[in-house]
């Protein structure tokens, strides 16, 4: 089955940019999506982007989506100590929840 | 604007014992809602989807069991529960245009 990857840990220095890396399988996946999760909350969605889209900005976050090599990353300019979370890459096929797959998150520690 | 809340936040129970997790969801009409888990270090595991009242598909076989009773009330249950149940569990809703949206998650801890 389709399958979604990320590395466990990630550890920043307040201030440097934080890059998140996500890897897929599924081929048809058209949204692919960035959650993030605070500790003891339940996941924010903090931005997506569609399959026909290389590259999408919002404020410090930046997506870039290289669908060739199925592989999204999510990049954090000037992090904070907020921005300590755990990050999680989804992905979906179509507009219906029950076929999102989760990969198993990110957790950035910001260091002072 | 849409909210979804779900309860209680924390639960403590001892194996054996019953469960039953709330959420509710606002502002939105037949919504399609998910239980998921999320055990300590993993990611997340969709447990049940409804889309509509009293209708719910179950992704994997298990202890637990949902029911939608009401539009926006969708509810996570168990007869006895087991020591492998203890998790965060979390129900989310599904928008028109494709997003999930969560609550806040409930944890719970069998003893």
């Known amino acids: 089955g389709e399958d979604v990857e990320q590395s466990l840990f990630l550890s920043v220095r307040e201030g440097d940019s934080s890059v998140i890396n996500c890897t897929y399988t599924?081929?048809?996946?058209?949204?692919l999506y960035w959650y993030k999760q605070e500790p003891g909350a339940g996941l924010q969605l903090l931005t997506y982007i569609f399959s026909n889209m290389d590259m999408k900005q919002d404020q410090r976050l930046t997506v870039l989506l290289n669908k060739k090599d199925k592989h999204l990353s999510l990049r954090i300019a000037d992090t904070q100590t907020g921005d300590s979370a755990i990050y999680f890459c989804a992905e979906s096929s179509d507009n219906y929840g029950q076929n999102f797959v989760f990969g198993p998150g990110t957790r950035l520690s910001v260091l002072p | 604007s849409q909210t979804i809340h779900q309860w209680p936040a924390t639960l403590v129970q001892p194996v054996g014992s019953p469960l039953s997790l709330e959420c509710t969801v606002e502002?939105?009409?037949?919504?399609?809602l998910y239980w998921y888990r999320q055990a300590a270090g993993r990611g997340l595991q969709l447990l049940f989807y409804s889309v509509g009242i009293g209708q719910i598909s179950s992704e994997v076989p298990q202890n637990l069991s949902a029911s939608r009773p009401q539009d926006r009330q969708f509810i996570l249950s168990s007869k006895k529960l087991l020591l492998s149940d203890s998790g965060f569990y979390l129900c989310?809703?599904?928008?028109?245009?494709?997003?999930?949206?969560f609550g806040e998650g409930s944890r719970l801890t069998v003893l």
């Open positions: 502002g939105t009409s037949n919504p399609n």
């Open positions: 989310a809703w599904n928008s028109a245009t494709g997003e999930l949206f």
């Open positions: 599924d081929s048809s996946s058209t949204y």
